[in-house]
Structure formats: C-alpha cells, structure tokens
C-alpha cells in the first residue's frame, strides 16, 4: 500500500484492538476530529446488535459502508469497525489515507471482549475462537491497506499513540517509519 501524507489517518483492525481508544488519543494529540464508524452507524440506527438481530449483517455492512465514506471524506482519525475492510470500495477508498493497523494477541483480547455486546460472537462458540477466526477471515485484507502495523498487546496504550502521532508528524513513508520506530512496539 502506498501512503498518502494527506487525508485521513485510518486504524483498521480486528475487534478488541483497541482502534477507538487509540484513534481518540491520537486524534487529541494531532488536535483533529475523531470518527468511529461503528459510533456513526449506533448514533443514526440504533444499537448494531439491534441492527444485527433486526435487519442481518449484509444491511449493517451497508449502513457501515455509508458512515465509513462520510468518515473518510471529514478526514481527522478514523477507527474503522472490524469488518469494514470486508467491502472492496472501502479497501479501495483507503489507498489515498495513511492506515494503520492495530493487532492484539488472542490471550490479551479475552478481556476485551468479555461482556461486550458484539453480533458476531454471540453464536455459543468460546468467544476467543470466534475472535480467532473472523481475523483469520480478514487478516489478508488488513494487511492489504495497511501502511504500519502496531501491536497493543503489551505496554500503555499512550507508547502505541506516540508512535503513531510520530509517524504521522514525520511525513514519512511506511517502510522509512518501520526503521525509524521502536521495534518492540511494531509488528509485521
């Protein structure tokens, strides 16, 4: 994927990553607004596990395409839901942001997710399993439209959102931000 130093900054990644804590601090630190396409779809439609039950996944992926195009052109810090990199206009659409992705090991996501009210993992299977699948699902797509990918699973968030704000201040392109980096905090 090839970076773009203008338009939005993209967190993609699987549920639990913790793309909307980040993109918040993210956003404060680079002092623009902040959109979590899964907060735009709640706000205007109701409760996705509502939505889920109510009208199925295809039209919540479409209600979610919409909310992701109306992100992307506001521009700021942008936390895409887990699924939104499964439609191929929004893979398209990212090509002209800078995207990064957020991971999170399947150990340190239990507690994430624990309690949360997500649609895809309420089906009976151990959430984790679920988890684990729907990324092995999507993880080609991830790794499709991101520029820099950073792990979560360990240390302060804030160690993550410096490192972000750093690449995204020094202009520079992905595979010059990876060397310039902590690689302790990176992976690939």
Known sequence: M???????IVLVGPMGAGKSSVGRRVARELGVPFADTDSL??????AIPALFAEHGEARFRELERAAVRAALQEGGVVALGGGAVLDADTRRDLADH?????????????????????????????????WQSILNERRGFYEEVADVT????????????NHIV???????PADDARDALNEGTETQ
């Open 150 to 161: 950073f792990d979560t699973s360990t240390g302060p968030l804030a160690e993550v959102v």
């Open 41 to 46: 779809v709640a706000r205007e439609h109701g």
């Open 98 to 130: 800078r995207v990064v992705l957020l991971t999170v090991a399947p150990h340190i996501v239990r507690a994430r997710i624990q309690g949360e009210s997500r649609p895809l993992l309420t089906d009976g299977e151990d959430p984790v399993a679920r």
């Open 2 to 8: 090839t970076s773009s130093s203008t338009g939005a």
């Open 166 to 172: 750093s690449w995204v201040r020094s202009g520079r």
